[in-house]
């Protein structure tokens, strides 16, 4: 049993969350998320130095509130966790600074977390018992890739975007039709009232063997339905709610039926029963959904991460950080950020 404070700061979340755990099952005690939707909407995408910017704001208030709220002291916690890997150099840079500090102030073990990998293990933060081994979707705005979780540090890369991640084409697809930001979210709403058959767009990479995944070539043939062949601006005034529903819906079931056929595939190839699915996307209605469908017909148990630890949030960073804490794992004071995984 330990109890892990950790922080997530690689994009544009601040998160503070503090976790413990009896065995296999966790208690999330906090998981304090301040988002930043308000400073970046108007660039229509996340620009680093604000994100930034703001992380140093709001790291310090969220440590201080995660205490507060929860009635625990600095003593009861036994470490420090951080995000140091991948995300935005300089958004990592002050959750690993703000990390170090706290670790040195308070003489506590750090320990360094791969935000992907925390992705890939969200799903058994609600879970009695470990879910290993499982085949693991993970689909973010910088990610769209499969993993083979073979145990909480033991976790291979299947396959993974060759262009565009899934959360990039649904931002990108949101804004072709003037949607907002962040674009999921806003699809998916719109896609409810669509009929997903409307438009045949392309599913790529469809060979038998392969696991990787390609968006672009979709978002250029969503991007042509909206403005003509060709074309990259016009069109949008003259299509109607239903026919902006209708893309969005064909869209939707286009990225769907190509995550879905492929994790399938994932598990088959690997030969494993069970499949967990982390990341913003994993919050879609239309993949949780067919996901559910397809896995129930093909015979293999799934576990959809809850919604509140889908997109960035610092319980995942903490939860995955219990388990390199109880295997001995814990980093140098030195620990550096890094934007690659
Ligand atoms: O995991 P996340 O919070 O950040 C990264 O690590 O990238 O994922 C954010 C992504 C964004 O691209 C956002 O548009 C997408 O997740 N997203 C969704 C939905 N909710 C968030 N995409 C589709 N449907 C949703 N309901
Ligand atoms: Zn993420």
Redesign the pocket.
């Known amino acids: 049993m330990a109890c892990i404070l950790g922080i997530e700061t690689?994009?544009d979340e601040t998160s503070v969350a503090i976790v413990s755990n009896d065995g296999p099952r966790y208690e999330v005690h906090c998981n304090l998320i301040a988002a930043q939707l308000d400073l970046h909407e108007k660039y229509g995408g996340v620009v680093p130095e604000i994100a930034s910017r703001a992380h140093l704001e709001k790291l310090d208030l969220l440590v201080a509130e995660a205490l507060a709220s929860t009635g625990l002291s600095r003593d009861e916690i036994d470490a420090i966790a951080v995000t140091n890997r991948p995300g935005l150099i300089g958004a990592l840079l002050i959750g690993v600074t703000g990390a170090r500090t706290l670790a040195w102030a308070w003489e506590k073990p750090l320990i360094g977390v791969n935000?992907i990998h925390a992705?890939c293990t969200s799903a058994a933060i609600t879970l009695d018992a470990a879910p290993w081994p499982a085949v693991a979707l993970v689909v973010?705005?910088?990610?769209t890739s499969l993993f083979h979780v073979r145990d909480y540090l033991d976790i291979a890369l299947l396959g993974a975007t060759i262009d565009d991640a899934a959360?990039?084409a649904?931002?990108k697809i949101a804004a072709i039709l003037d949607l907002g930001f962040?674009?999921?979210?806003a699809?998916?709403r719109v896609a409810k009232n669509g009929n997903p058959s409307t438009h045949d767009f392309p599913r790529a990479l469809p060979q038998r063997d392969s696991l990787d995944f390609s968006f672009s070539g979709l978002k250029t043939a969503v991007l042509y339905q909206v403005h003509g062949p060709g074309k990259t601006s016009g069109g949008l005034e003259k299509l109607s709610e239903s026919q902006v529903a209708d893309i969005c819906a064909s869209f939707s079931a286009a990225v769907v039926d190509v995550l879905v056929r492929k994790t399938l595939r994932a598990a088959e190839q690997v030969g494993v029963d069970t499949i967990v699915v982390g990341?913003?996307?994993a919050?879609?209605?239309m993949l949780r959904e067919r996901l559910t469908v397809a896995c129930e017909k093909a015979g293999r148990m799934l576990h959809l991460t809850p919604m509140k630890f889908c997109?960035?949030n610092a319980a995942m960073i903490a939860a995955l950080a219990l388990r390199q804490f109880e295997a001995g794992q814990r980093d140098p004071l030195s620990l550096t950020a890094s934007a690659r995984a």
């Open positions: 690689s994009c935000h992705h973010s705005g910088g990610h959360g990039e649904f931002d962040p674009g999921g979210p699809v998916d990341g913003g996307v919050a879609n209605s997109t960035d």
